[in-house]
């Protein structure tokens, strides 16, 4: 029985009341980490609690930083917060991190450390080894700065609809409205709106694209993609692989994108479906309306989650007790949501930015599974066990957006309202896919040719999207949007490369909801027997624990993409 009755462990090696104010306040507890003398296996156990004790610590800390400044970004003394210690901090960590990894793997007591308990652990301390070098510190300091960047530049994009300010994801929501006029124009205005920024965003992405080719090629790397897939420790599968997927996708997944797209046009009665015309519903039909407010939209996450399973529903509560949560949308706020995990206190903090739109309520019920994770991994006994890969870590949010459509009436009490909001849920699971694709494929083109020119930038992005695209939705007359478009995305700029993760773990979510359907407690015993691993178990084996295969070739999501098809199928 599992309890979010989370508890947060006893200090054994940093006082209860430490806080992390400057480098002073915690250099001498990593020189007892480097000085100390490991002969004995229970030194070395004693060891590897304490360095995980700080390495929580340390964690916890610059991710409220992280949280505060985007909670309100026009908060200077908050963005100081954060850059203090990336600038100040952090870059004196990170040699002795790198000499306490060297000190853990040269030490004759590591090699009989339980292989079983102990692989995935070892392998990515050998990882960070292999990757570190000094003179990549300052540049890894001021990348941390400049990606912040994006949100401060993001966060205060407003456009004005029927003489009141909205955020660009609050307006969003007209996009939704029967009115075909109000459509284009709130379109026009968040495109033109985005065009105010973007030689700064070209600019800003410019200035990370070289300062992270250089720390590829600083740590012997041809370029950037080939040290990132190294660092994200992506051990499990290759570039190849990558390409593989883009393929599968152009030839399984964008043929249904473009039946649903034609579906759409002809449900809306219209000769040419316009890109401000893909959210909407005919005349006569208002959009979704799932909640009024943050408050009311979390309400109705808990009892949805409870109705799943009940320890479900109490993560969120024990993250409500806790304050926490910052769901509205709100000026100054940047872009996006995330669960953050909270490595020491184990409760995570949830951010988004709703608008009372139906996208929202996918949003919520996503960064829920995440938080679930955090809650399932907190048990494990070092702060390392519980980072987990990427690739995982979206299957617990994407198959919570599944398992939970089940109880989706708390949010539509009206049957047809419920009824289109599963179509849209099914159609995103779909859609979703060409643009993984495209995004990840043009950050392989990026960092390929990390020399590259604006307009070169240009010209491959509307090739590569142009690939992916079903030639159901049309842009004329829009080519100075599309040719911007990318950089709504907020990975790009923040976390390069993490991105196709999404697709891999789409694919995972959609293997459980499969077996959701046939066997609903068997795939949720699957879903939490797998996600209370955290990072112990390699990719394929967290997969095998759900019950899944680790798989993305063609065959694989042929069979689920027809699978997602008759779904759809079946609730019209």
């Known amino acids: 029985m599992y309890s979010a009755d989370i508890q947060k462990p006893v200090r054994r090696f940093v006082p209860g009341n430490f806080e992390l104010t400057d480098w002073k306040s915690i250099e001498h507890f990593l020189i007892d980490l480097e000085e100390r003398s490991i002969t004995t296996p229970p030194d070395l156990e004693r060891w590897l609690h304490d360095m995980s004790e700080l390495e929580a610590i340390i964690s916890e800390d610059v991710s409220w930083r992280h949280i505060r400044m985007t909670c309100n970004t026009e908060d200077k003394s908050l963005r100081d917060h954060f850059t203090y210690f990336v600038m100040e901090i952090q870059p004196k960590i990170q040699p002795y991190a790198d000499r306490l990894n060297r000190k853990l793997i040269d030490n004759p007591l590591t090699a009989s450390l339980d292989h079983d308990k102990y692989f995935t652990y070892l392998r990515s301390i050998k990882k960070s080894i292999e990757l570190f070098r000094e003179e990549n510190i300052p540049i890894q300091s001021e990348l941390s700065v400049l990606a912040q960047q994006y949100g401060a530049i993001s966060g205060k994009m407003t456009v004005t609809v029927n003489d009141q300010e909205y955020t660009l994801q609050q307006a969003m929501k007209f996009l939704e409205n029967p009115d075909r006029d109000l459509r284009e124009q709130v379109f026009r205005k968040v495109q033109e709106r985005r065009l105010q920024d973007k030689e700064a965003l070209n600019k800003l992405y410019s200035d990370l694209i070289q300062r992270r080719h250089q720390v590829a090629k600083n740590a012997g790397f041809e370029n950037y993609r080939d040290y990132k897939f190294v660092e994200m420790g992506r051990f499990d599968y290759t570039?190849?692989?990558?390409?593989?997927?883009?393929?599968?996708?152009?030839?399984?997944?964008?043929?249904?994108?473009?039946?649903?797209?034609?579906?759409?046009?002809?449900?809306?009665?219209l000769d040419t479906l316009r890109p401000w015309d893909t959210e909407a519903e005919p005349a006569g039909i208002e959009p979704l309306n799932p909640f009024k407010n943050g408050n009311e939209l979390l309400e109705k996450t808990m009892h949805?989650?409870?109705?799943?399973?009940?320890?479900?529903?109490?993560?969120?509560?024990?993250?409500?007790?806790?304050?926490?949560?910052?769901?509205?949308?709100?000026?100054?706020?940047?872009?996006?949501?995330?669960?953050?995990?909270?490595?020491?206190?184990?409760?995570?903090?949830?951010?988004?930015?709703?608008?009372?739109?139906?996208?929202?309520?996918?949003?919520?019920?996503?960064?829920?599974?995440?938080?679930?994770?955090?809650?399932?991994?907190?048990?494990?006994?070092?702060?390392?066990?519980?980072?987990?890969?990427?690739?995982?870590?979206?299957?617990?949010?994407?198959?919570?957006?599944?398992?939970?459509?089940?109880?989706?009436?708390?949010?539509?009490?009206?049957?047809?309202?419920?009824?289109?909001?599963?179509?849209?849920?099914?159609?995103?699971?779909?859609?979703?896919?060409?643009?993984?694709?495209?995004?990840?494929?043009?950050?392989?083109?990026?960092?390929?040719?990390?020399?590259?020119?604006?307009?070169?930038?240009?010209?491959?992005?509307?090739?590569?999207?142009?690939?992916?695209?079903?030639?159901?939705?049309?842009?004329?007359?829009?080519?100075?949007?599309?040719?911007?478009?990318?950089?709504?995305?907020?990975?790009?700029?923040?976390?390069?490369?993490?991105?196709?993760?999404?697709?891999?773990?789409?694919?995972?979510?959609?293997?459980?909801?499969?077996?959701?359907?046939?066997?609903?407690?068997?795939?949720?015993?699957?879903?939490?027997?797998?996600?209370?691993?955290?990072?112990?178990?390699?990719?394929?084996?967290?997969?095998?624990?759900?019950?899944?295969?680790?798989?993305?070739?063609?065959?694989?999501?042929?069979?689920?993409?027809?699978?997602?098809?008759?779904?759809?199928?079946?609730?019209?």
């Open 239 to 269: 570039k190849e692989d990558c390409f593989h997927f883009h393929d599968a996708v152009k030839k399984y997944v964008v043929p249904l994108v473009s039946l649903i797209n034609q579906h759409k046009k002809k449900k809306l009665g």
């Open 304 to 572: 949805c989650f409870r109705e799943l399973r009940p320890f479900f529903a109490d993560c969120l509560l024990t993250m409500k007790k806790m304050n926490r949560f910052d769901l509205e949308s709100r000026i100054g706020k940047a872009p996006g949501g995330y669960n953050c995990s909270l490595a020491e206190t184990g409760a995570p903090f949830i951010f988004m930015n709703a608008a009372g739109q139906m996208h929202d309520v996918t949003t919520m019920v996503h960064e829920g599974g995440h938080a679930i994770h955090s809650f399932l991994s907190h048990h494990l006994e070092l702060s390392a066990f519980k980072e987990y890969p990427m690739e995982i870590a979206e299957v617990a949010s994407m198959a919570m957006e599944l398992f939970s459509m089940e109880n989706w009436n708390l949010y539509f009490e009206k049957p047809d309202d419920l009824k289109r909001a599963k179509i849209q849920q099914l159609e995103r699971v779909i859609t979703i896919f060409p643009w993984i694709a495209t995004i990840d494929k043009f950050q392989h083109w990026v960092y390929e040719n990390p020399s590259h020119s604006l307009e070169e930038r240009t010209e491959n992005w509307l090739r590569i999207n142009s690939e992916f695209s079903s030639g159901t939705v049309d842009w004329t007359g829009l080519g100075e949007y599309q040719k911007n478009i990318w950089q709504k995305q907020l990975h790009l700029f923040e976390v390069p490369f993490y991105y196709i993760e999404y697709g891999i773990a789409q694919l995972g979510a959609i293997g459980l909801w499969m077996q959701f359907k046939k066997n609903k407690e068997a795939a949720l015993d699957h879903y939490t027997a797998a996600l209370e691993l955290g990072g112990t178990k390699t990719l394929p084996h967290l997969y095998a624990a759900a019950g899944l295969k680790f798989d993305f070739s063609g065959e694989y999501i042929k069979e689920l993409m027809d699978f997602v098809e008759e779904q759809i199928s079946f609730v019209l």
